[in-house]
């Protein structure tokens, strides 16, 4: 019995071991094309009044409406695409995902966060423009360029509340990226790192 268990206990250990060496689930690769074709597919949604953005983005009681948008805009194409863990949508001031401050609080947080610098955003991650708690607005990356040292030198982004309605920025230098008033400081990713 006490060998059986020793074999069992063995296995198991060696199984773990190949189950971590594999590459990242399907899955995630599967939310990350969903959440930026739900993006897109909202190209030229408009508010209907002063950030009386499309009704479709209330997904719960707790989001505001009317509300500057962009990070509800974000929140619902996450949700639509099947993101498991998203900003809090509930609470008040800037301690919340309707507020672009709290996206980047929220995926530093939960290990979720990527600096501008190192480059490597990828489609499905939200772009933050400005630092916590001062961040100006966000977007959904749709889209990457990367150049032949496999950094991404290029972004296309769909951000709701950008001109008063969800906007295809088209494609930018990583470098360059403003919005809101603010440069982009790095991006909040759907999947954990």
């Avoid at 990350?32 to 190209?43: E, F």
Wanted: aromatic share 10%.
């Amino acid at each position: 019995m006490v060998r059986r268990l020793a074999a069992l206990a063995v296995a198991t250990v060696a199984m773990a071991g190949l189950l971590s060496a594999l590459p990242a689930s399907p899955a995630s690769a599967d939310v990350r094309s969903a959440i930026a074709d739900a993006a897109i597919s909202q190209i030229g949604k408009a508010e209907t009044g002063t950030n009386y953005y499309p009704i479709a983005y209330k997904i719960n009681d707790s989001i505001v409406r009317p509300a500057a948008w962009c990070g509800i805009f974000a929140n619902w194409a996450w949700w639509k695409g099947g993101a498991t863990a998203r900003p809090n949508m509930t609470g008040s001031g800037t301690a919340q995902g309707h507020w672009a401050t709290y996206w980047q609080k929220w995926a530093k947080d939960h290990s979720r966060w990527k600096p501008i610098a190192n480059k490597n955003p990828a489609p499905g991650d939200v772009v933050v423009y400005g630092n916590y708690p001062d961040s100006r607005h966000v977007g959904v990356v749709v889209q990457v360029r990367k150049g032949s040292d496999g950094k991404v030198t290029q972004i296309r982004s769909v951000e709701g509340n950008f001109g008063d309605k969800v906007t295809d920025r088209g494609w930018r230098n990583i470098g360059s990226l403003t919005g809101g008033g603010a440069s982009a400081t790095g991006f909040a990713s759907p999947v954990a790192l």
